[in-house]
């Protein structure tokens, strides 16, 4: 991320379950933490249906918002915070924080997700969408008629 005392938001939920115990919302949404934690990569799941458009991955430019999970006022990304959303909507900010948008929070009623896997050098594409199967197989459990579909992912093009 740039920030030398970062810790990386993988690193940050296993530490956290480590201290706390695994804090259950519910069968998805554990799914998804479980999964995480066992990877060690950061994840953010999100209800999806009422978005359209492309999801982008990009650095801030400074001053985007959006309200995290469990929060009821927004924060705003500093200049090169990793954010991902659609053109009107910020789903995920990790910068000092690493968090899901509330607005878009997975719940019992939710039936249509995103779940996203945000790499980093160091991550391939397939072990980035191992996390999210292992996600899959784990919500598959208790929701035998869930579905996966992989989004293709396309690298911007850097011109030298």
Known sequence: ?????????????????ERRGLNRHNNVVDAYNIAGAEY?????MHDVAQLDGNI??????????????????????????????????????????????????????TDKALLMAVGNEETSE????????????LISKTCSNASIEFLDVEKPVVNA
């Open 126 to 137: 397939e072990y980035n969408r191992s996390v999210c199967r292992r996600a899959f197989d």
């Open 40 to 44: 060690g990569i950061g994840l953010g």
């Open 56 to 109: 982008v991955i990009e650095r801030a430019s400074g001053g985007e918002e959006m309200v995290p999970l469990f929060r009821e006022s927004h924060r705003e990304a500093r200049e090169g915070d990793l954010i991902y959303g659609t053109d009107d909507h910020v789903l995920w900010l990790s910068g000092q924080i690493g968090r899901d948008a509330d607005d878009f929070r997975v719940t019992t009623d």
């Open 1 to 17: 991320m740039g920030y030398s005392d970062q810790t990386p938001d993988g690193e940050k939920r296993v530490k956290l379950i």
